[in-house]
């Protein structure tokens, strides 16, 4: 945090003054603030790269944006921004630069940090990764045996997981490389399903990991080199440890860990800790994605990033897309008390893409207290979750719509689809039909349907009550011409710097994760605890120790 920034913002005037306003105007209805200002829905919205973003279907008015507007300034958000982007150690409670924005630059860019030239490193390491992927996608980069690879298959988790994960499905379409998997539960299940069928001499394993400590990548990582071994080996012995080095790549932060595990460094790309795990898809972390789309649309990936970067490091804060995103998370989860936040895209290829920024947002800003160590004032960190439209529609959009909890929603959409199908009548189109429910959901939930209307409909006086819908649920639509690499680039980037603006508002770190520690430590001591064949010690607390004693019954200890 910068030394200008208040360490607590619900103490300052800026805040006191949204406090105050929303006293005014918490209890409009979308329906009245529309009556009101008719050319928002042409007027509220920022266009940023090939987005388009509507957000006056938010529950504010144009005094609340300048009220917001001023709160950012307040909390030093352009000031931390610049912090963050010129290498600052911003991530105080690690003491570490937050860089992600420079894993994006153009070659032709300059940053030196801490006597670094990020640049060059960032650009060496993508033409290894471009040369690799190059002779692996071509059939020249075979296996033990002689075989072309024909799978690849990443073991990672979190944010060496969901990152590719997410943006490999979203790309499904410029895919024309190996065909590419990934392996991230500590679950058996996980590993032995995606291996099924595989062919070891055809498959080549990437081991994703920044610290290359991560227990599942490990233990994951250690049972792929046994199957790999004793799938290669003949007559029921297992193939020579030296095949390792043409099935195994380690994308890693860490060379001697690397090294231990067995993997030549000579095949590991690298990165650099001032890169977060869940802001590292950009980075390395993105090996298979660049097998599977190759380097020039993974090129295609980054400037779609670089674009937002550019967008959110220059754009006036009440023209800027994360900054007026994130200004807006604010207002509905500190001042409105919305605990959570629906993200539907009405596209089933980012249907990991809730997943995806439930660590981005929840690891980022799910903190108790500030940068300096003093407890917050107010809630931080919204709690994520979505699924694709129309199929969230028929599950959960009930809550949404009548339920009596405050929901807001992103809603994301493209104008052209990647492939369409004419509808049961043969005259109309699929993609049509999805984006005419996007249109609808975001129109129902804004302004809904009074009693009045549904009674003058004809309906049973006991039934109208029922089908009240109360509207006034804000939501922020999300447009872009179609799903491309570089789309996907640039809203990843549009949520990495909501995060930042939300978390400088609330004046935490939102790159250290120290809360998932514990808990790893804690599975590691109770791992032998399990297996041991003697009765354990009992547990501290009765709960453990009696689900402790009844794991190990049905294990037969
Ligand atoms: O446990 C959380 C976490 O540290 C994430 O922040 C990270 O993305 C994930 O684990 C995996 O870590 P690594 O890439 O070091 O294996």
């Not at 660590?359 to 160590?373: C, F, I, P, W, Y």
């Amino acid at each position: 945090m910068t030394s200008t920034a208040p360490s607590d913002i619900t103490a300052t005037p800026a805040w006191r003054a949204l406090l105050a306003h929303h006293q005014s105007v918490g209890a409009l209805h979308l329906r009245q603030i529309f009556a009101d200002d008719p050319e928002r829905g042409r007027e509220l919205t920022v266009d940023v790269a090939d987005l388009h973003l509507d957000y006056s279907k938010q529950r504010v008015t144009r005094e609340t944006l300048a009220l917001l507007v001023d709160l950012a300034e307040a909390a030093g958000v352009p000031a931390h921004r610049d912090a963050m982007l010129r290498g600052e150690h911003i991530n105080t409670s690690e003491d570490r630069a937050v860089l992600h924005t420079a894993l994006r630059l153009p070659r032709e860019a300059e940053l030196v940090v801490d006597g670094q030239d990020v640049v060059a490193d960032v650009h060496g390491v993508l033409d290894r990764m471009g040369e690799f992927t190059d002779r692996l996608r071509s059939g020249e980069w075979t296996g033990a045996t002689g075989e072309r690879i024909t799978t690849v298959v990443n073991i990672g988790i979190g944010g060496s997981d969901l990152g590719p994960v997410m943006v490999h499905q979203a790309l499904r379409h410029h895919a024309d490389g190996p065909d590419v998997r990934f392996v991230s539960n500590v679950d058996p299940a996980d590993l032995v399903a995606t291996t099924a069928g595989l062919d070891p001499a055809r498959t080549l394993f990437v081991v994703a990991s920044k610290t290359f400590g991560t227990l599942e990548t490990l233990t994951n990582a250690t049972a792929a080199k046994r199957w790999l071994l004793e799938g290669l080996g003949e007559d029921g012995s297992s193939a020579d440890e030296s095949a390792v080095a043409k099935h195994f790549v380690a994308v890693s932060t860490n060379a001697e860990k690397v090294s231990a595990f067995g993997i030549d460094t000579a095949n590991m790309f690298g990165f650099w800790d001032w890169v977060g795990g869940r802001y590292s898809v950009d980075s390395a972390i993105g090996l298979s994605v660049m097998a599977a789309i190759g380097r020039d649309r993974f090129a295609e990936l980054l400037d779609g990033f670089h674009q937002v970067d550019v967008h959110f490091a220059t754009a006036p804060l009440a023209e800027n897309a994360p900054v007026l995103l994130g200004l807006l998370g604010v207002w509905s989860s500190s001042f409105f008390g919305a605990g959570s936040k629906a993200v539907l895209p009405y596209s089933n290829d980012l249907g990991r893409f809730a997943a995806y920024l439930q660590q981005l947002t929840m690891e980022s800003n799910g903190k108790s207290v500030r940068a300096d160590g003093t407890p917050v004032t107010t809630p931080t960190g919204e709690v994520y979750w979505g699924e694709p439209g129309t199929n969230g529609q028929h599950a959960f959009y009930q809550l949404l719509h009548q339920g009596t909890r405050l929901v807001p929603a992103d809603f994301l959409g493209f104008a052209e689809p990647l492939e369409d199908v004419a509808t049961m009548d043969g005259t109309g189109s699929m993609h049509d039909l999805l984006m005419s429910n996007f249109f609808a959901q975001t129109k129902v939930l804004a302004f809904g349907k009074t009693a009045e209307e549904i009674a003058a409909e004809g309906t049973a006086a006991d039934v109208v009550a029922h089908k009240v819908m109360p509207g006034n649920r804000p939501t922020t639509s999300i447009l872009a011409p179609r799903l491309t690499p570089s789309v996907v680039g640039q809203l990843v980037a549009l949520y990495e710097h909501v995060v930042f603006v939300q978390g400088t508002i609330w004046g935490i770190d939102s790159f250290d994760q120290w809360g998932v520690e514990l808990g790893k430590t804690q599975a590691q001591a109770l791992t032998p605890v399990l297996t041991a064949e003697a009765a354990p010690a009992p547990q501290d607390d009765s709960s453990t120790d009696a689900l402790v004693r009844w794991y190990r019954a049905g294990r037969g200890r």
